[in-house]
């Protein structure tokens, strides 16, 4: 399996922006669909955005399109969500996560997580 260790989480005001990254070791990166997701307090883990093998397609949350998107540098093996317009609702813990042959959308489909990074969106 590949591990994964996120960085660049933070406290920014409401309208302000972030930029995520995932830096994934182990196996073949390109064997990995990729993704983000993010648990607020008390709530599930819910998809967030997600990246195919080849970085060719992008999904997104109807709630995060038009405001973040998902990078991935195969050569690097990292992956990033840049997070522009943030919310005081966009507040959570983010995990990269990491999808065997196939972009995880849903918790089930993950086999690896990362150990999560903290953003805090003020109003």
């Known amino acids: 399996q590949v591990q994964l260790v996120e960085s660049g989480g933070g406290l920014v005001q409401a309208g302000g922006s972030l930029r995520l990254s995932c830096a994934a070791s182990g196996r073949d990166f390109r064997d990995y669909g990729m993704a983000w997701f993010r648990q607020a307090p008390g709530k599930e883990h819910n998809f967030v955005a997600g990246i195919s093998r080849s970085g060719v397609r992008t999904y997104y949350a109807d709630s995060v399109k038009g405001r973040f998107t998902i990078y991935r540098d195969n050569g690097r093996g990292t992956i990033s ?14 995990y990269c996560a990491a999808g065997f042959k196939q972009t995880p959308t849903a918790t089930g489909s993950v086999d690896t997580w990362g150990q999560g990074t903290q953003v805090t969106v003020s109003s």
């Not at 969500?81 to 983010?94: C, F, G, H, I, R």
């Open 81 to 94: 969500l840049q997070m522009n317009s943030l919310k005081p609702e966009d507040t959570a813990v983010y």
